[in-house]
């Protein structure tokens, strides 16, 4: 009988759209977690008729920026997919009208947040289901031991007070005043999925799949390691990604994290039980702007996945190999297609092939587990 949990994340250059599918009972309970932008929406229900996901315990929009919910509307509208619960923030139940219309008179991005949540709601609506605001502490699906662990409500009022915070113009100057200068890894050939973990990409028609075989995750804390690396250490990301949903799944005693696009501000509300993670999404597309060096070292995920186009920032090559460097195995969709990830027992995939790794810039330098053991005493 099937009883593991899979993640599928499509490739969709830089623009997300995951599948979290946990196996109860013999039974797929399944989350989906945005639809991407517009365009991406045909690539989506291709993508689930292909494997016959038409059925959703949850569907979710962990922000309403364009490349995680436009494409989010239509798969919502379509026929081709059913669903029983929706869950997505609403800016206007939290900002008054009169705020967000001079907040997007001044600012397109307010504008489209605002256009996107109207339409994504409208869209909930035309199918018969009220969506829930996904706020910290709330449960997802009981069965994947899904949970939200950001933002909080404050955390969500605070970061859009400053999203939609319209300044007023300083007068002008009665005279000129001078500007100042600015200043992959060893892999087992297996022909069906066992009780391990595993990262495969959608490849060559093949009767192999990947699996992983490691130990468990370090008990020590990794503070320090990534000190000198070109990891940033305070990071700052666009305000309103901050509002992004940040869930946590646990199977087996292992967790997973789903960030979205969350910066260190909102990670930083993430409870330190969810260090050490058997699977985690890499924010905003690996962008260096989102995932500080204390971030990288305390979440070491043995496994990670990024949605990226495979620009000069999407994905960081100094956040990638940050996670390198604590021994993350990473892969991306822009090297390598559509992701999945297992572990448990699941149904077997012949139409994936192994991973191809990123390494980051240079040689990943490995950790030395004795020399911080000995500094712990």
Same mark, same amino acid.
């Given at each position: ?22 196996? @109860?009972?013999?039974?797929?309970? /399944?989350?989906?977690?945005?639809? +991407?932008?517009?365009?991406?929406? +045909? ?9 016959? @996901? ?47 219309? /001079? ?5 397109? *991005? ?43 409500? &404050?955390? @969500? ?7 939609? =915070? ?41 009767? !192999? ?22 990891? =940033? ?7 309103? !990604? ?12 292992? =967790? ?15 409870? &330190? ?16 702007? !989102? ?33 390198? =460097?604590? +021994? ?8 390598? *297609? ?8 699941? &149904?077997? /995939? ?26 712990? /005493?």
């Amino acid at each position: 009988m099937f009883t593991g949990i899979e993640v599928d994340v499509l490739s969709l250059g830089d623009a997300d759209c995951v599948i979290v599918t946990k196996w @109860y009972e013999g039974s797929p309970v /399944r989350v989906l977690i945005d639809g +991407g932008c517009g365009k991406d929406a +045909g690539v989506i229900l291709d993508f689930l008729r292909s494997r016959g @996901y038409t059925y959703f315990w949850a569907i979710l929009c962990s922000h309403l920026h364009n490349d995680h919910a436009s494409g989010l509307i239509k798969l919502v509208r379509s026929s081709a997919i059913a669903f029983s619960h929706g869950w997505m923030h609403d800016i206007t139940k939290h900002v008054s009208a009169e705020t967000l219309r /001079r907040a997007s008179a001044a600012d397109d *991005g307010v504008k489209q947040v605002v256009e996107t949540t109207k339409e994504l709601a409208a869209a909930f609506a035309s199918r018969g289901v009220t969506p829930l605001e996904p706020f910290a502490g709330l449960t997802i699906s009981a069965i994947h031991g899904m949970t939200v662990l950001a933002p909080s409500l &404050p955390l @969500y009022n605070k970061v859009i007070g400053e999203f939609t =915070k319209v300044d007023a113009p300083l007068p002008a100057p009665l005279f000129p005043i001078p500007s100042r200068p600015s200043p992959l890894w060893n892999a087992i050939a297996l022909s069906t999925p066992t009780p391990l973990s595993a990262l495969g990409r959608i490849g060559t028609p093949s009767s !192999n799949n990947l699996a992983l075989l490691l130990g468990s995750a370090p008990l020590v804390p990794l503070a320090g390691v990534l000190n000198e690396s070109s990891v =940033k250490k305070n990071p700052k990301t666009q305000p309103y !990604n901050n509002t992004s949903v940040i869930l946590g799944a646990i199977f087996n005693d292992s =967790k997973l994290l789903f960030p979205a696009d969350a910066g260190t501000e909102a990670l930083s509300h993430v409870g &330190p039980e969810w260090n050490h993670l058997l699977y985690s999404g890499i924010p905003h597309h690996g962008s260096d702007d !989102n995932f500080s060096q204390s971030d990288i070292e305390r979440f070491c995920p043995r496994f990670a996945i990024i949605s990226a186009k495979g620009d000069s920032s999407h994905p960081s090559r100094a956040v990638v190999s940050g996670l390198v =460097k604590v +021994g993350t195995k990473v892969a991306s969709t822009h090297k390598s *297609g559509n992701l999945w990830f297992w572990s448990g027992v699941v &149904p077997a /995939r012949t139409d994936y092939s192994p991973v191809e790794p990123l390494t980051g810039t240079g040689a990943p330098e490995p950790i030395d587990w004795m020399a911080i053991m000995e500094k712990m /005493r």
